[in-house]
């Protein structure tokens, strides 16, 4: 049983940074990504960052030059450093692992989300 636990949200002023953290605990397969989305009041949820275990990072434009994903841990931990934060960068912030044990099976899995709010 896969759980990601999420920290790292809080309330900051607009230029600000934040970091967040997931962990992931659990089999992990050697394909996966982890990545993080995020959910504003009203809108739907959106991919900020991904990092899969091959290949590279993907980033909205939104974010890019501004955020940064990593992975650590042997592939348990995704941070995502977050400079210049902006007051649209308001939302709740979700850790997504995406686990599969077989290329044409995959799982996903959701962190309960942090919330992250940056003030004008």
């Known amino acids: 049983q896969v759980q990601l636990v999420e920290s790292g949200g809080g309330l900051v002023q607009t230029g600000e940074s934040l970091r967040l953290s997931c962990a992931a605990s659990g089999t992990m397969y050697s394909i996966n990504t982890m990545g993080w989305y995020r959910q504003a009041p009203g809108k739907e949820r959106e991919l900020v960052a991904e990092s899969p275990s091959v290949g590279t990072a993907n980033y909205a434009d939104s974010v890019k030059g501004r955020f940064t994903i990593s992975r650590g841990d042997r592939w348990h931990t995704v941070i995502l450093q977050m400079n210049s934060l902006q007051p649209e960068d308001t939302a709740v912030y979700y850790c997504?692992?995406?686990?599969?044990?077989?290329?044409?099976?995959?799982?996903?899995?959701w962190g309960q989300g942090t919330q992250v709010t940056v003030s004008s």
């Open positions: 997504k692992l995406t686990n599969c044990p077989r290329m044409d099976m995959c799982n996903n899995h």
